[in-house]
């Protein structure tokens, strides 16, 4: 395809005005301005328009859609414990598929181009994953309280075979699969340490959360003789993988010191964390620290929604208002988090950024809105003005995965009729039970 005469966020996400991109099979080919006279591919017009690099979510649980709105009201250990575990607990892969389906069509409308997800059901994820032509970073949570627990009897492990070997015959690279440690509070000293070491000998990343309460930090270092959940972690091995820490919001400084000694990437999520009231993550000193930091909007069971352009410009306010620093991660350092960050958080080379050669993930902003108007900095206006509906095209290694509110790899319409279906037969096998 050929984009024409478009606004560009380079790969030092500066602006540079009336540029021509071509994209090749799933890479990007030429960024410039030159206009190739003998072009016979698929022309776009791009005036008032904006290329972005697209967003990389980096911790999500995307077939909770299905459980948007649910148990409202409620302090947290009630509303996970009358509310979503019973729920989840009905979830069949099927569903998993539909309300993954129904995430991803979110997602890709709000401008990502990859996640990151800890979930379960990995064959219902994958298939709506590699119909809709998102990429991934997938796992199965792996917990276990038992002492006597191997990883080798969890789900965890079953999900992550079905993944390792989903992976030896995909077409593309777009799914990755990952092992998990659900949480510290969920998982035993024997299962994490084998979770780390099989995560070593097979080359995986591990997604986990981390100190994402209060209660759960202290409660921690009540149970392990005043270790942290960093700190159990690391004596575990679990950091000798690559790790993507999901929240990190009560880490302390010798946490922080572990993240960065590590290579870690720590992910905040600001809406859940709020929403949630579980505090504000300490990006700066973590960024201080040498973490590497990602974005993520976690499920919308707590978000409540996968809005990423909502999520990065949150991300950015809230930190600012957090530190008094209003000069604190500015347009750029926040497109830095939420794209380059997210990209080397799954270990994806080649994105997270807009350059020759590199994937062609890209977010095309239409600029003819009242709210992006006028323009004296685009970028300001991209990240804090912009909202949703002003994506206009999200392509994926290449590929138009929406555009101008259509999927042409979705039937939206279906995926919203099923969501509204399993909710009605789990509310009624709930109500069933009682
Ligand atoms: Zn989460």
Known sequence: MLLRDISVVDENYEVREHQNIITEGDAIAYIGPELPADYRGESYDGRNKAAM??????HCHVPMTLIRGYGEGLPLDRWLNERMFPFEALLTADDMYWGALLGIA????SGAVSFTDMYMEMDGICRAVEQSGIKANLSHGTSAFSPEA????????????YLMEYQKTAANDRIIGEASIHAEYTCTDTVAREVADFARAHGLRIHTHLSETRKEHEECKARRGGLTPAAWME???????PVTAAHCIWVEDADIEILARH???????PSSNLKLGSGIAPVKKLLDAGVRVAIGTDGAASNNNLNCIEEVNLASILQKGATGDPLFLGPRDTLELA???????????????LKAGNRADLVVYD?????LQPVYDLLSNLLYSAQAGDVALTMVDGRVVYRDGEFPTIDLEQAIWNAGRIRDEKLAR?????
């Open 53 to 58: 690099p697209g967003f990389f979510n980096a």
């Open 339 to 353: 794209c380059r960050a997210g990209a080397l958080a799954q270990g994806r080379t080649g994105c997270g950024c």
């Open 263 to 269: 290579g870690a990437t720590a992910v905040t999520c």
């Open 430 to 434: 709930l109500a069933a039970n009682c």
């Open 106 to 109: 979110e997602l890709l409308q």
């Open 367 to 371: 600029l003819d809105k009242p709210h």
């Open 150 to 161: 191997h990883f080798t009897d969890t789900n965890g492990y079953k999900g992550l075979a």
């Open 235 to 241: 004596r575990l091995g679990v950091f000798d993988a």
